[in-house]
């Protein structure tokens, strides 16, 4: 059977493309693309929730300004932490510059921390709270709050995905050749805060008992249920068990130390 060049130059082209797509899938190309676009689809989600949240600003800073005229600080606030977020022109490329991408969530956290000491400002004021649109506007801003942190987390899981895979070999191979770098991700903003252990204190005075089992001193001017003070008196050879006295004005009474 005679096959002419024609038929030779599509039988070689289509081995070429299959011999292509082969290598490509093996090498991780096809893997790292279906990642980047789940990534932008994502941050599509993330960057929709946070222009919900700042629509919903206006108005209820209006509302706030109707019960709380004394909080113009804290309104003034909200209203350039809102003004600094929807001034960063969210584009293509801040997913691929870190400094953009940090300037962004700073902005976005400047905002939320804004938003949280207004809604703090609100329990001082029972008619605010009580008012219907402001009770409707708290409602809708806890749930774009919620599907903010949602949108978030599933961003952070698909840069994760991507990033591991241009960063493992064999795989980082093909992200040099083809130019694929890891992209930027969220981080937690009060890391210093959370990063310091608290400081636990149980309000111990001077005369409580420590851990070395020593006594402690009672108040001579501790007073009973009668509202008498009580003078405690306990025997010199009591030791782990025995009797101890309380002496009141005129009233006397004998417990059992266990």
């Known amino acids: 059977m005679k096959i002419n060049a024609q038929t030779a130059k599509h039988f070689a082209l289509a081995t070429a493309i299959i011999v292509g797509s082969a290598n490509l899938t093996g090498c991780g190309y096809n893997a790292m693309q279906a990642q980047d676009e789940q990534i932008n689809a994502s941050w599509s989600e993330v960057v929709n929730q946070y222009q919900r949240r700042a629509d919903l600003i206006p108005n209820l800073v209006k509302v ?85 942190t949602v949108a978030r987390g599933r961003y952070i899981q698909d840069v994760q995905t991507y990033n591991t895979t241009v960063r493992q070999f064999p795989t980082n191979l093909t992200a040099k050749v083809f130019g694929m770098h890891t992209r930027p991700n969220f981080t937690v903003g009060n890391e210093a805060q959370i990063s310091v252990a608290p400081t636990v204190d149980f309000g111990n005075n001077n005369n409580t008992a420590n851990a070395g089992g020593q006594p402690v001193q009672a108040n001579p001017n501790t007073a009973n249920a009668g509202g008498q003070p009580v003078q405690n008196v306990v025997t010199p050879n009591t030791a782990n068990t025995g009797t101890a006295t309380a002496t009141t004005s005129g009233n006397s009474a004998t417990a059992t130390a266990q």
């Open 64 to 148: 706030v300004a109707q019960y709380a005229q004394h909080e113009q600080a804290t309104l003034t606030q909200v209203t350039q932490a809102r003004s600094a977020a929807t001034s960063i022109q969210v584009t293509p490329e801040v997913l691929n510059d870190p400094a953009s991408f940090q300037r962004f969530q700073q902005a976005q956290d400047q905002l939320g921390g804004a938003l949280s000491r207004l809604m703090a400002v609100s329990e001082r004021y029972p008619d605010l709270k009580a008012d219907r649109q402001f009770q409707e506007l708290q409602a809708q801003l806890e749930g774009t709050e919620n599907r903010i």
